[in-house]
């Protein structure tokens, strides 16, 4: 049997196994932690959203909550002014790099985007910042699998599942505003080894990647 820890999030005590991430206790706890690159169980979490900040009390700094261990005693925070302001600037970048179809969108009612923004009452159009899409194709070259990579937040999970499959048929490539997630040689799904497994589907939080079936359903 695990060991248990106590500590509390906002005020709130709680119990989590020696080990555990922040994110996972609070999200346990329901204690909600914006995020969208967490995967439970990972050793080296990704950490690349940016979103999940939170302060422990005696930390110098914010940390992510989905790599920060829990501790006995621990106090932790997950809003305040700065929190706030540092969290919403990184949701607001990434919306404004997202392709916003949510009716059409497979991911409708059920987009990490979309409960963010409900959860922190924040517009999913950012306001300060403009639009950068880059209108790139679709691709609908995999059998079972579309991917519209102008919808993509470059979280991993993606690229993270489908190594746990054995094929790692996905990764990144490229540099800066051209950064993605794409096949080696920037190859269509249905050119490379895609197993058609739907795992990277089943993983996507926001819709980029869906099972052709569920495609353009409200």
Known sequence: MSEMVRLTIDG???ESPAGEKILWAALQNDIYIPHLCALSGEESPFAACRLCFVEIEGYPRPVTACTETVAEGMAVRTRSEKLDRLVRTGFEMIMSNHR???????????????????????????K????LERDLPVDESAPGIIYDPNKCVLCGLCVRVCRR?????????????????????????????????????????????????????A
């Open 100 to 126: 916003i179809e949510c009716k059409t969108c497979p991911a409708n009612r059920r987009c990490a985007l979309q409960k963010i923004a409900k959860e922190r009452k924040w517009p999913l159009k950012p």
């Open 165 to 217: 499959k054995g094929l790692g048929d996905l990764g990144f490539a490229h540099r800066g505003f051209n950064r993605m997630i794409t096949t080696f040689g920037d190859s269509p799904l249905g050119a490379g080894g895609c197993l058609n497994c739907g795992a990277c589907a089943d993983a996507c939080p926001v819709g980029a990647l869906a099972a052709r079936g569920v495609w353009g359903q």
């Open 128 to 131: 300060r910042l403009p639009a």
């Open 12 to 14: 709130k005590p709680i």
